[in-house]
């Protein structure tokens, strides 16, 4: 007999259907707007110039010459596409050499390149662990974490975003559960722009004898004196045991790598599905993340993070004084304060969130939008971020925008979330 349902069924009258609705009738909608220029920061998108506080290019090497030369060179060399897999005919002699400077410049034995930062998340997540293991993860962990985790089959033990106490008693029940114990977290959170506490998530991983993942993927490029991270930032290097990095941001291409043991790295290599089972990254994508890795290596890197850097504390501070809800720098061992390349405003109401973006898009100034479940429920954010290349003239007019879309706003709809006390 013929099944009655439809498995279709669920893409008609879902939840959000009609949120979505309303959001396009009145042109609010925030996501897939399109994109007419390179990602600067100052773009071209839908017929008007806006000031980009949405993009991850944090050292502004979209637009590098150097950057496009080393993507141009590998399309040029080796063509369009590798149309296999790293495995069986699409390894090329940049892969290598990408994966012996990334091992360099995170200082792990080895590295292993794949074709983008999910995959890479997937392929050592849904690899190394297996039923039977139980997974300790940070409630604000990246969507591809939580992928390789369901993945694999793992426990998944969640605790309370950045609460020590929370991942302590976690560990503590993770310990009875009879299997292996690994722990990931964001280093650098992607929503809310704060940085995992890694010492103390060092030490109760030693302490339960627990294995630990940091995903560095906004963090490579920007955090640490060589850009390597907030293992580096923290100095607990030769306490994590892998890291993953992505190059759709501060690298300025696409593609993803987890460096960490040989051992670890040569198991993936003959193991993670995510890496077997998939193309390899276009050369052009090769060639232009090793360039960009190159730039951030060099004397100039440096450079770059201290400028990105202080734009963020720059846009930080001009935010927190029109009397926006801005997150907290992270304190420092040292006892210095970072304020990192993503600074949301907290919004609170998901319509509100929406309503602001439309108006700063109008005035000229695009952000990106978080909204449940990315962010917790009423949790909205209006997420900025900044680049190397922003000039604080053009900081200065996109806080003007602000000043004025809030003075509007509230008039009309009442107080905003003003600074948290
Ligand atoms: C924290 C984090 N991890 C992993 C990824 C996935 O990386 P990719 O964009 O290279 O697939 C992202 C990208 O959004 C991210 O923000």
Not at 136 to 146: K, M, Q
Not at 293 to 305: H, Q
Not at 403 to 417: C, M, N, Q, S, W
């Amino acid at each position: 007999m013929p099944t009655t349902v439809d498995v279709f069924a669920k893409v008609r009258g879902h939840e959000r259907e009609a949120i979505l609705r309303t959001a396009r009738e009145l042109d609010v909608l925030p996501y897939f707007r399109r994109l007419e220029s390179p990602a600067a920061p100052i773009v071209e998108m839908e017929g008007a110039e806006r000031i980009m506080l949405g993009s991850n290019n944090y050292l502004g090497l979209t637009g590098d010459p150097r950057v496009s030369e080393g993507a141009r060179d590998a399309l040029e060399r080796y063509g369009t596409g590798l149309t296999g897999s790293r495995l069986l005919n699409g390894t090329i002699e940049l892969h290598l050499e990408l994966e012996r400077e990334l091992a360099e410049w995170m200082d792990t034995e080895a590295a292993i390149v794949f074709t983008t930062g999910h995959q890479a998340n997937l392929g050592a997540l849904g690899t190394l662990l297996a039923p039977g293991d139980t997974v300790v993860a940070d409630s604000g962990d990246h969507a591809s974490i939580l992928d390789g985790i369901i993945l694999s089959r793992a426990k998944l033990r969640p605790f309370r975003h950045n609460r020590m106490d929370k991942l302590e008693r976690a560990l503590e029940r993770a310990a009875g559960d009879g299997g292996g114990v690994l722990v990931v977290v964001d280093g650098l959170f992607s929503m809310e722009g704060d940085v995992a506490p890694l010492p103390e998530i060092a030490d109760l991983c030693e302490r339960f004898g627990a294995r630990l993942m940091v995903d560095e993927a906004h963090a490579l490029g920007v955090l640490g004196a060589r850009g390597a991270g907030t293992a580096e930032l923290f100095g607990v290097e030769d306490r994590v045991d892998l890291r993953m990095g992505t190059f759709s941001k501060s690298l300025a291409s696409c593609g993803g790598v987890i460096a960490g043991s040989e051992e670890v790295v040569d198991y993936l290599r003959i193991s993670a599905r995510a890496f077997l089972f998939t193309a390899a990254a276009v050369p052009a994508a090769v060639g232009a993340t090793l360039a960009a890795v190159r730039i951030a290596r060099s004397a100039e890197g440096p450079e770059l993070f201290a400028r990105v850097l202080d734009n963020a504390a720059y846009l930080h501070a001009g935010l927190a004084d029109l009397g926006f809800r801005v997150v907290a720098p992270t304190r420092l061992p040292d006892g210095t304060e970072v304020v990192t390349p993503i600074v949301p405003v907290v919004v609170g109401d998901d319509e509100k969130a929406a309503f602001l973006w439309r108006a700063l898009y109008d005035a000229g100034v695009y952000v990106n939008v978080a909204l449940h479940p990315a962010v917790p429920p009423s949790g909205a954010l209006l997420r900025t971020s900044v680049m190397a290349t922003h000039t604080v003239p053009v900081l200065d007019r996109a806080l003007a925008a602000f000043a004025d879309v809030k003075r509007a706003f509230e008039a009309a709809h009442g107080p905003l979330p003003g600074p948290a006390t």
